[in-house]
């Protein structure tokens, strides 16, 4: 019997069953990819059933994070500067200047595979990865070249199919006709076809029933200051206030704006405009509350919905200008643009009669001790530090959606993903390029994980005894 130990890149049943219970409680947003706890088999601790874009958003986006807690710290910074590189390929806007940059780190991350994996992992398709950036210089980015559309669009045609005996008359008798009813409506205006859903791009509205409750005043006013605050045709009213001291300011400021606009609209030759006129009085108690809602291509929902669902919508970003000082004492203050992250507790229309505004309320993390950024450029938040209570609502259209993963290494932290909005514009012309957006806000150096000295044998996992081929040792004694 010969006894192998275990190499660096082993895992530890422990390891196994952290690195599944990672991913089995992933809860993504709505369309970003398939409900990864299906996935997960805990029993035999692996994974099952992957289609390609699964293998797609677990490389670029989830799998750093599940790694988090297990395998060495030089063997999982090269996985994740691998992961990195992929992320940074698939972007649908790519400096070619920086493509040479992407290509020696490439380099680099692949002689870091060679150090820690052995050769039996090196086939053609992991040397390929060498000439991906050479290969976007001549052709383009990758998305343009992909398979994915081409794979949904299979799967609709092969949704046309009514008899199998006659798969292609099937396909091409409902292309024609789908075909027909798309060019007919092109002519005829204001007119929504038959089995063509509206895109999310064009909703901003709910995407739930609602239900019209009553809040109290103190958090009407709260939310209308907050209207008034964040309007551009209320600027020059706002900066009339400057002098006041913050808090006294938010409080009297919404009633002084009402009676400096009736005082305004007393004089016969007034210039205020109707949007002004209904912002100046206070919007009515009622409040026509959502637990879903679709906006700027995005699909939110509150925390107590997605406490029922199996996808997490209710995270968001915001970044917001907030005063900085230094010191409690510090006279000259100074408004820098800063991230906020938090989850959706309401959803609610205030309604000004003449129009209604959506917004969000918030729990906000504070961002004094609940936010941090790790070793790895990974976002982390402590969602049971609350921010400032005071300060809860944001414009629907301001926020971006983010969502949570908690951290494979325990605590109280949760790392911080973001996603991109879903807009397709059905035009010739693409005006919504988004970047595929990153896992981290860096890249692990080489030179810190570039150890000599890094052990390539794993004292804290079980190695495996092998038996000793005798058969192979007698024939060669008889030749």
């Known amino acids: 019997m010969t006894f192998l130990p275990a190499a660096c890149y082993t895992l530890s049943r422990f390891e196994k069953k952290l690195f599944c219970s990672s991913l089995a409680g992933v809860k993504v947003p709505t369309g970003y990819s398939s409900n990864i706890k299906s996935l997960v088999q805990m029993k035999d601790l692996k994974l099952i059933n992957l289609k390609s874009h699964d293998c797609?958003?677990?490389?670029?986006?989830?799998?750093?994070?599940a790694i988090r807690g297990v395998l060495p710290k030089e063997v999982r910074n090269t996985i994740i500067?691998?992961?990195?590189?992929?992320?940074?390929?698939?972007?649908?806007?790519?400096?070619?200047?920086?493509?040479?940059?992407?290509?020696?780190?490439?380099?680099?991350?692949?002689?870091?595979?060679?150090?820690?994996?052995?050769?039996?992992?090196f086939d053609v398709m992991v040397h390929l990865t060498v000439h991906l950036p050479r290969e976007?210089?001549?052709?383009?980015?990758?998305?343009?070249?992909w398979m994915y559309s081409m794979e949904r669009y299979m799967k609709?045609?092969?949704?046309?199919?009514?008899?199998?005996?006659?798969?292609?008359?099937?396909?091409?008798?409902?292309?024609?006709?789908?075909?027909?009813?798309?060019?007919?409506?092109?002519?005829?205006?204001n007119a929504r076809t038959i089995g063509v859903p509206k895109g999310i791009e064009e909703r901003i509205e709910s995407i739930s029933g609602f239900k019209v409750i009553p809040i109290d005043y103190k958090t009407l006013c709260e939310a209308h200051y907050y209207v008034l605050q964040n309007t551009t045709v209320v600027d020059p009213y706002m900066s009339k206030n400057e002098k006041w001291l913050q808090a006294e300011h938010k409080r009297s400021f919404s009633s002084w704006f009402k009676r400096k606009i009736e005082t305004e609209l007393a004089h016969p030759e007034n210039t205020i405009s109707q949007q002004i006129r209904w912002l100046a009085h206070e919007p009515k108690r009622e409040v026509l509350s959502y637990s879903g809602y679709g906006i700027g291509g995005y699909y939110y929902n509150t925390r107590?919905?997605?406490?029922?669902?199996?996808?997490?919508?209710?995270?968001?970003?915001?970044e917001a200008e907030s005063l900085h000082m230094c010191t409690a004492k510090d006279k000259n203050p100074i408004y820098a643009n800063m991230l906020y992250y938090g989850v959706i507790e309401?959803?609610?229309?205030?309604?000004?009669?003449?129009?209604?505004?959506?917004?969000?309320?918030?729990?906000?993390?504070?961002?004094?001790?609940?936010?941090?950024?790790?070793?790895?450029?990974?976002?982390?938040?402590?969602l049971n530090k609350e921010g400032d209570p005071n300060d809860q609502f944001i414009f629907a259209s301001q926020a971006k959606q983010v969502f949570y993963v908690n951290d494979p290494n325990g605590g109280r932290w949760s790392v911080v993903l973001?996603?991109?909005?879903?807009?397709?514009?059905?035009?010739?012309?693409?005006?919504?390029?988004?970047?595929?957006?990153?896992?981290?806000?860096?890249l692990p150096e080489s030179d810190d994980i570039d150890n000599e000295d890094v052990a390539y044998v794993r004292e804290d996992c079980e190695g495996i005894y092998v038996e000793e081929d005798t058969t192979s040792r007698k024939k060669r004694k008889r030749t």
Request: charged share 25%.
């Open 56 to 65: 797609h958003t677990l490389m670029q986006q989830l799998l750093p994070v």
């Open 81 to 121: 500067r691998l992961c990195y590189f992929f992320n940074s390929i698939c972007n649908k806007i790519i400096d070619p200047s920086k493509l040479q940059q992407l290509q020696d780190e490439v380099v680099v991350t692949l002689c870091l595979l060679e150090k820690y994996f052995p050769p039996a992992f």
């Open 136 to 145: 976007i210089k001549f052709c383009g980015p990758v998305w343009l070249r």
């Open 156 to 189: 609709i045609l092969k949704g046309y199919v009514r008899n199998r005996h006659r798969p292609e008359g099937c396909i091409i008798e409902c292309y024609i006709a789908e075909e027909a009813v798309e060019f007919c409506s092109e002519y005829l205006a």
């Open 304 to 318: 107590d919905h997605d406490s029922r669902s199996t996808t997490q919508n209710s995270g968001v970003m915001v």
């Open 346 to 382: 309401d959803i609610w229309e205030l309604n000004y009669t003449q129009f209604k505004i959506p917004v969000f309320r918030c729990k906000w993390v504070d961002n004094k001790g609940g936010v941090k950024v790790d070793e790895n450029g990974f976002t982390l938040v402590d």
């Open 418 to 442: 973001t996603t991109k909005p879903k807009l397709y514009d059905r035009g010739d012309v693409c005006d919504n390029i988004e970047e595929t957006p990153s896992f981290s806000r860096g």
